[in-house]
């Protein structure tokens, strides 16, 4: 695990070594044990290296070919590279260290650009050919590695994190405004727009090259992978899936567990985290846990349920794990802001200073962490979502109802009066046909309840799951900590494709009932949390963990910011945001925006995602001033 940065100058004027050197000291949290830099010509490569697999200085990067044709810097952790290793050997390859980090420069080297397609794990990487002079840049499938680019004038740049792109002193930062209102809609960003104009993220499972042997380069992207959620042709017995799940889970826990330093894990009370802990024990008694839990004497409501430290800690007990706890309380959010937005850089999904505190607690004891990230999406964690689109009567139909649910901080109808100030910069942006846009590649029939699910999976996983994964490479690589996550293994992710609806969903039937029937009285229940969803893995992790763990009601990883901001944070609020020189003001109309938080501490609207994303974006407008 570590951090990448390049500069190419297209116009053939070599490479600052100093400009190369501010860039990788930019990102020198992501890899404290090591730098290397390669420069020949018009190309510099940068790298910071986080040492976990071989730890000796045979793994440092920049690292070059046998032959001295390839270059390669890399970020990530390839999990099948002893398989590939030896294929590798096979066919004549030589090794000179045990790091992932050869296996990946020599599969390249054999295989050329298909190699990515042979890697199960996470990555971001960079190739440059001496020969060709042709550049190669990928991500992994699932986006858990970013890897960010911009072209300005003849200067091509590409990083694992903007701020190594905006360390070049002739990079100048501005806002993109469009991309400003993609994220106000979503609380996310489903195009490949930053909130820097000029700055990409490359897409999950894609591959983009630059040749400099052409006369005038551009870079082209390649989709070598994608999801595809559809339900089998032939469907196995149930109990079948079961036991091939049971297998498939054990082996990607295992398989993560390869690493030459101590490795934890989260243990957040539910059942995706606890069951990676209880394999996990297996192999690693006396493992280290973390929690992070709730102050909640101000809480009411749903939020009572936020804290999940007992459960985590009866998990500890059964499964014998060294566990570590942090309770955070209002103070410690409005604290680590400053911190928070320097090292997130634009804000995605959810309330994500909970995950920093989790990663700062678990990099003092482990440089490697273990993450449940990915449960949900694959196998149907969220019903209440699927259920407002489920029974449609075609695809315009469902997405008009989805995309209805995914306004999460702005209403359409209020989105022109709060971007007044920059309204006729914004006007075009057509949010409802971004939604739309994420299924082009999901050719996935549309005739059954069942084929609606599938297409809420995979928007999920290609936009909210995303989102999560960039959050928490930034939030874990700021403490110099690896996170890794079993249920995004390859073996694994094409299993829960081809799994049934019906043995991810209890209720499906019931709800499909109601919204034929009964249209007037759908119950209200099935639109809130539910102990639905995830029922093949309830009942296979029934075998691991105990058994209020996997009948429980669903619960994330949240903070009770609802009644904190009304009440111990709302003076914090106001300094921020009820200031009319705010910097998220230049952008956002004062009038509007005070009136919907007005909403919200008046206790006539939930706003926390709305505020929330307020003070961060502010946070983070204020810093690049």
Excluded at 43 to 60: F, K, Q, W
Excluded at 556 to 562: I, L, M, R
């Amino acid at each position: 695990m570590c951090g990448l940065a390049g500069l190419i100058n297209l116009d053939g004027a070599p490479v600052s070594p100093v400009k190369l050197e501010a860039m990788t000291d930019a990102i020198a949290h992501r890899g404290p044990d090591g730098e290397g830099h390669w420069i020949e010509g018009p190309v510099g490569l940068g790298h910071r290296r986080l040492a976990i697999i071989d730890l000796s200085p045979a793994g440092n990067q920049p690292m070059i070919s046998a032959d001295g044709r390839y270059v390669l810097i890399y970020n990530g952790e390839v999990y099948n590279f002893r398989e590939l290793r030896t294929e590798l050997q096979a066919r004549g390859h030589a090794f000179h260290s045990t790091t992932d980090s050869e296996v990946v420069l020599n599969a390249l080297a054999e295989w050329g650009d298909d190699a990515v397609s042979r890697f199960n794990g996470m990555f971001a990487l960079a190739l440059w050919d001496r020969k060709t002079k042709r550049l190669l840049l990928a991500r992994d499938r699932y986006g858990i590695k970013p890897l960010y680019h911009a072209r300005r004038g003849d200067r091509f740049i590409f990083a694992s994190e903007q701020k190594a792109i905006t360390a070049d002193p002739g990079f100048e930062r501005r806002i993109d405004r469009r991309a400003l209102l993609e994220y106000f809609t979503f609380q996310n960003i489903f195009t490949d727009r930053t909130l820097l104009e000029d700055v990409s993220l490359l897409p999950p499972g894609h591959t983009a090259t630059l040749d400099l042997g052409r006369a005038a380069p551009e870079l082209e992207l390649n989709q070598f992978w994608d999801y595809d959620f559809r339900e089998p042709d032939a469907p196995d017995d149930d109990e079948a899936y079961r036991e091939e799940l049971d297998r498939l889970f054990r082996q990607a826990v295992n398989r993560q567990l390869v690493t030459d330093v101590e490795l934890g894990s989260y243990l957040s009370g539910g059942m995706d985290s606890g069951s990676i802990t209880a394999i996990a024990a297996q192999s690693y008694p006396y493992m280290k846990t973390f929690t992070c839990g709730f102050d909640l004497h101000s809480a009411s409501g749903l939020e009572l349920a936020f804290d999940e430290r007992a459960k985590a800690e009866f998990m500890s007990y059964r499964f014998r794990t060294e566990h570590y706890e942090m309770v955070l309380k209002a103070g410690d959010m409005e604290r680590v802001l400053p911190r928070l937005a320097r090292h997130l850089e634009e804000p995605r999904v959810g309330q994500s200073y909970p995950n920093f505190y989790a990663a700062q607690l678990a990099s003092r004891f482990v440089k490697v962490v273990m993450s449940g990230a990915g449960g949900d999406e694959l196998f149907g964690g969220y019903p209440w979502r699927y259920y407002r689109a489920v029974v449609n009567d075609d695809f315009e139909d469902y997405v008009e109802k989805y995309y209805g649910f995914w306004q999460r901080l702005i209403p359409n109808e209020e989105v022109r009066q709060v971007f007044r100030p920059v309204w006729s910069d914004v006007e075009g942006v057509d949010t409802r046909a971004i939604f739309q846009d994420v299924f082009h590649r999901h050719a996935a029939r549309l005739d059954r309840p069942e084929d609606y699910i599938n297409h809420s999976l995979y928007f999920e996983a290609k936009t909210f799951l995303h989102g999560l994964l960039v959050v928490e490479d930034k939030l874990s690589m700021a403490h110099g900590l690896e996170t890794r996550v079993p249920f995004l293994d390859n073996d694994l992710v094409d299993f829960a494709m081809r799994c049934p609806v019906r043995l991810k969903l209890n209720n499906l039937a019931d709800v499909v009932r109601l919204n034929e029937n009964e249209p007037g009285r759908k119950r209200r229940s099935y639109f809130e949390k539910t102990k639905d969803g995830k029922q093949i893995l309830r009942d296979v992790m029934a075998r691991h963990i105990p058994e209020e763990i996997t009948s429980a009601t669903k619960q994330g990883f949240s903070a009770p910011d609802a009644s904190w901001f009304k009440g111990e944070s709302i003076e914090f609020v106001r300094r921020a945001l009820f200031d009319r020189d705010a910097p998220v003001y230049d952008y956002l109309d004062y009038d509007a925006v005070t009136g919907l938080m007005n909403q919200h501490l008046s206790g006539e609207q939930n706003r926390r995602l709305f505020i929330w994303s307020l003070l961060n974006v502010n946070e983070w407008l204020g810093q690049a001033a």
